[in-house]
């Protein structure tokens, strides 16, 4: 009897602590949030993170303040996510680097993106297009891959550093194409597009919001995207895969985080609602004049986005012995 009494009293306990975690989200939010963005203002995350909090702000009726902590790749924002009580009041807005290829680039982060992250939903995504600067003479991917295949190791690329996205497509490139390419790394893509433009570096490939602006000017040829199928905002350009280069896939997404355990009808009204807003006609026109297309999936494709994430670097970042540690 005592033992069927210490289960009762323990179903009781958890339908208790079920209820009051269920008011709790009922009540949420009752004071303001903030959002916390892994990269520097005026980066795509940081765009992305204020074009939504903006419009969040209004659907729940609280202030949604969007906080930079740029560094280490990514990995201090996210780990102050990570680190956050899970009470709905921390978010965060992040890339697929800290939550996927980081955790091979690095040999230990502060946080594990698989229990310690709640995914809400991936945003929206930029493509990245392979530019070459209009010294190289290439017009297309067949004349871009004779002149590397016949001249290895003469021309370089630029990227947004090492380990970055940037930098793993290329090597991807390199390997799937049998040519050798020089890797020069910047901190950022602004550095990245003056270098190609300065003669630096020859070619790159990098955020479509950093590039086509040149290319529009005549100042680089974009080449390919590296996407998995043709992108909505630049449907003239092939994929990387239509010139013979399958899996080279280096779209820039944008995705909300919250801490784990941040209770489940919580990440569920988030994903709602930043769904809704990303589909509002302002906010699609404000993410296609930055060449990104909204998103607003589930959790849990988010979550499997990471997993081909990691899938799709590891073997680049270990076959090129990439560390960032």
């Known amino acids: 009897m005592k033992t069927i009494r210490l289960i009762m009293a323990g179903i009781a306990g958890a339908a208790l602590l079920c209820i009051a975690g269920q008011a709790g989200a009922q009540q949420w939010p009752a004071r303001p949030l903030r959002v916390i963005v892994a990269f520097g203002p005026g980066s795509t995350p940081d765009i992305v993170a204020r074009i939504v909090s903006d419009r969040l702000s209004h659907s729940l009726g609280k202030p949604v303040v969007v906080e930079n902590k740029p560094g280490a790749a990514g990995n201090i924002g996210t780990d102050a996510v990570a680190k956050a009580a899970p009470d709905g009041y921390t978010l965060g807005v992040t890339i697929s680097g800290p939550l996927a290829a980081n955790t091979v680039l690095f040999g230990k982060l502060p946080y594990d993106p698989q229990t310690d992250i709640a995914t809400i939903s991936i945003a929206a995504t930029q493509p990245s297009v392979l530019v070459v600067s209009r010294d190289t003479g290439a017009a297309d991917m067949p004349a871009l891959l004779a002149r590397l295949r016949g001249n290895p190791g003469k021309f370089n690329y630029a990227s947004m550093g090492t380990g970055s996205i940037s930098h793993l497509a290329m090597a991807a490139l390199a390997a799937r194409s049998g040519t050798e390419i020089v890797h020069v790394p910047y901190p950022g893509s602004g550095q990245a597009v003056a270098s190609i433009l300065a003669g630096d570096t020859q070619m790159a490939v990098l955020p479509a919001a950093a590039v086509m602006p040149h290319v529009r000017a005549g100042k680089l040829t974009a080449l390919a995207v590296a996407t998995a199928r043709r992108s909505a905002v630049l449907p003239g350009l092939p994929t990387l895969g239509e010139a013979g280069l399958p899996d080279i896939q280096g779209d820039a997404w944008m995705g909300f985080i919250a801490p784990a355990g941040t209770p489940a009808a919580i990440i569920d009204r988030l994903q709602k609602e930043i769904a809704r807003i990303l ?40 076959k090129n012995q990439i560390r960032l540690d």
């Open 279 to 318: 589909h509002e006609d302002e906010v699609k026109s404000r993410l296609q004049a930055q060449l990104m297309e909204p998103v607003g999936g589930t959790p849990a494709e988010f979550r499997a986005t990471l997993q081909s994430d990691l899938a799709r670097w590891q073997p680049v970042i270990r």
